[in-house]
């Protein structure tokens, strides 16, 4: 089992940045690799960023490519979100995700074993 807690969300205006945060625990804490999600009022959940935990490998959403860098602590279990240059239609709920195994797809929610319960981020035009 591994349990995923995030922060670091809030209210933003249009231009500014934040930092999100997800600390991993638990007992088979084993990942392949940990991914940023997001979803929007009516909006189905969508992929933002992902990070490889071995190898540091990053992989990153066109929507938010230029604008965002995920980085891992090892030694922390912590996987992070740097948001800038954020924009109104970033605001989403945030969720932090852990992948155990190795797959076709960084964007595939169902690759994901373990969820977070999310951070929102409300950014203000």
């Known amino acids: 089992q591994a349990q995923l807690v995030e922060s670091g969300g809030g209210l933003v205006q249009a231009g500014g940045s934040l930092r999100l945060s997800c600390a991993a625990s638990?007992?088979?804490?084993?990942?392949?690799?940990m991914a940023w999600f997001r979803q929007a009022p009516g909006r189905e959940r969508e992929f933002v960023a992902a990070?490889?935990?071995?190898?540091?490998?990053?992989y990153y959403a066109n929507s938010v490519k230029g604008r965002c860098t995920i980085s891992r602590d090892n030694a922390k279990n912590t996987v992070y979100l740097h948001m800038n240059s954020l924009k109104p239609e970033d605001t989403a709920v945030y969720y932090c995700a852990l992948t155990r195994y190795f797959g076709p797809s960084w964007s595939l929610p169902a690759r994901y074993d373990y969820w977070g319960q999310g951070t929102q981020i409300t950014v203000s035009s």
């Open positions: 638990g007992s088979t804490f084993s990942p392949y690799g």
């Open positions: 990070i490889s935990w071995s190898l540091g490998t990053t």
